[in-house]
């Protein structure tokens, strides 16, 4: 369903008990023409909150392995809108980036894919240092633009949907000036937890490529490129020192 006089752009949001978070979510992307709900058979109010808010619900079974749930979207879903916004459950688009937005796709020669900061809020408080430089590609030309596999045996210890894979933007790229709110409510125990997981996933990539077992198509780490990329590149000498 495409509701008539929006940004033409379709919303890809995915969910596994998100009721608390989404609907400040989906309450910030009424200008955009679609709005999809990715779940993972919530128990928690989230369809019902979803379909409430003139969200498209589709239902996603993680089986183990690759494509992982955004990608699986890419691959599957029929999205006819001329631009594509990947955001999470707890993020939300400012007027001012949701005017930009819409001002890109009215532009006569756009990038294929924008990077977009993060502005991150955890345990209530705006986070001033040591994320400022965070980005992510979160809006493209649909159809121009896939994720990077890593390791195509993944399991469900990471959950189903794509975490440290980064989109491989079939063009140029360009960086939005506006910047998305995360709104982390997690506790600090969660927190904590999470990231524990992350390391190990880590550790599991460094020794795949260790051992020459990367995955397929994953994006290039580069000093002079994006955010993404600058970790990247960092990370795969810090694995090389004895």
């Not at 955890?122 to 240092?129: A, E, K, S, V």
């Not at 125990?189 to 999470?194: P, S, V």
């Not at 990367?214 to 490129?225: I, K, L, M, T």
Request: hydrophobic share 35%.
């Amino acid at each position: 369903m495409t509701r008539t006089n929006k940004a033409p752009i379709t919303v890809l949001v995915p969910t596994k008990n998100e009721a608390r978070n989404l609907q400040a979510c989906l309450e910030s992307v009424t200008f955009c023409a679609r709005v999809i709900v990715l779940d993972s058979q919530s128990d928690d109010g989230t369809v019902g909150l979803a379909e409430r808010l003139d969200a498209e619900v589709t239902q996603f079974e993680y089986k183990g392995g690759w494509p992982k749930k955004r990608q699986w979207a890419l691959d599957e879903l029929e999205i006819t809108t001329p631009w594509t916004l990947l955001l999470d459950a707890d993020e939300r688009v400012t007027d001012a980036l949701a005017t930009e937005l819409t001002e890109i796709t009215a532009r006569e020669n756009p990038a294929t894919g924008y990077w977009v900061a993060l502005r991150l809020r955890f345990l209530g408080r705006t986070l001033r240092f040591g994320a400022s430089g965070l980005r992510k590609m979160s809006f493209f030309q649909t159809g121009k633009a896939r994720f990077e596999c890593l390791l195509d045996d993944q399991t469900t210890s990471m959950s189903d949907v794509e975490i440290h894979e980064h989109l491989i933007v079939d063009g140029a790229e360009d960086s939005c000036r506006h910047a998305l709110i995360h709104e982390n409510t997690n506790s600090l125990h969660r927190y904590i937890d999470k990231h524990n997981a992350y390391s190990t996933w880590s550790a599991q990539i460094a020794k795949r490529k260790r051992h020459g077992q990367e995955g397929n198509d994953a994006r290039q780490g580069s000093p002079s490129g994006g955010q993404a990329d600058r970790r990247r590149w960092i990370m795969d000498r810090v694995w090389r020192i004895p």
